[in-house]
């Protein structure tokens, strides 16, 4: 079945303490990207990735790193986490092949990151 | 600044009657425009695109939307509300570099039986 998977769905942590969050994608996408939806602001880009070892800042990435060294991964680094980043996190992907707004994306289930 | 608005939090509709999510645009150029759907404790699934080309957008679950380029909108639409249409609906734009969704702020559906 074609789909995004992130891991881990939920995350209670503390302040300060690193976390990675996994994406992987089985539909050989090139494109790649991480989002985080709050209420009322409905989602944010976060950082992205055109192909592999290439990424790019999207609108919030202060306090996120990302890399990108297969294509099917796209894992997000929080390095100290803070409270300000407690949100739900989604990653997504798109097929290859023509300039994006031609392709749609298709989303992860989503993480819910709580940060005390 | 370019952006999408969705006026509405939430909308509510009896099941069979039609109905209507709004979102209006502000995006220089030609907009390519989006409307997505989240489902409770789903990712987002995509609905519907409009890129060029014929105003009326047909989408997934007999969803549509008009793109109206003087009252720059782009209105999802139903003829008949479901009761498993209830949801959160995101309208969103391209900002035409082919990078960058950019989402408004969601506008939940409750449709009742």
């Known amino acids: 079945e074609a789909q995004v998977t992130q891991n881990p769905r939920y995350l209670i942590t503390v302040t300060g303490k690193k976390l990675t969050v996994t994406c992987s994608q089985n539909m050989n996408h090139e494109y790649m990207s991480w989002y985080r939806q709050d209420p009322g602001l409905g989602l944010r880009q976060i950082y992205y990735s055109m192909n592999v070892e290439v990424t790019d800042k999207g609108d919030v990435p202060e306090g996120y790193k990302v890399s990108r060294k297969e294509k099917r991964n796209f894992p997000l680094i929080l390095e100290s986490p803070s409270p300000n980043q407690t949100s739900l996190y989604f990653c997504?992907?798109?097929?290859?092949?023509?300039?994006?707004?031609?392709?749609?994306?298709?989303f992860g289930p989503g993480t819910r990151l709580t940060v005390l | 600044a370019q952006s999408v608005a969705q006026p509405e939090d939430q909308v509510n509709v009896a099941e069979g009657n039609p109905l209507t999510v709004k979102c209006t645009y502000s995006?220089?150029?030609?907009?390519?425009l989006f409307w997505y759907v989240q489902y409770p404790n789903r990712g987002l699934q995509f609905l519907l695109k409009?890129?060029?080309?014929?105003?009326l957008v047909k989408g997934s679950y007999g969803f549509e939307a008009e793109f109206n380029k003087s009252q720059t909108s782009f209105h999802l639409k139903k003829p008949s509300a479901l009761v498993s249409d209830s949801a959160l609906y995101f309208c969103a734009f391209d900002n035409n570099a082919g990078n960058m969704l950019t989402f408004g702020g969601g506008t939940r559906l409750m449709v009742k039986p």
């Open positions: 997504a992907s798109s097929i290859p092949g023509g300039r994006l707004p031609y392709n749609e994306q298709f």
């Open positions: 995006v220089s150029g030609n907009p390519y």
């Open positions: 409009y890129i060029t080309g014929d105003n």
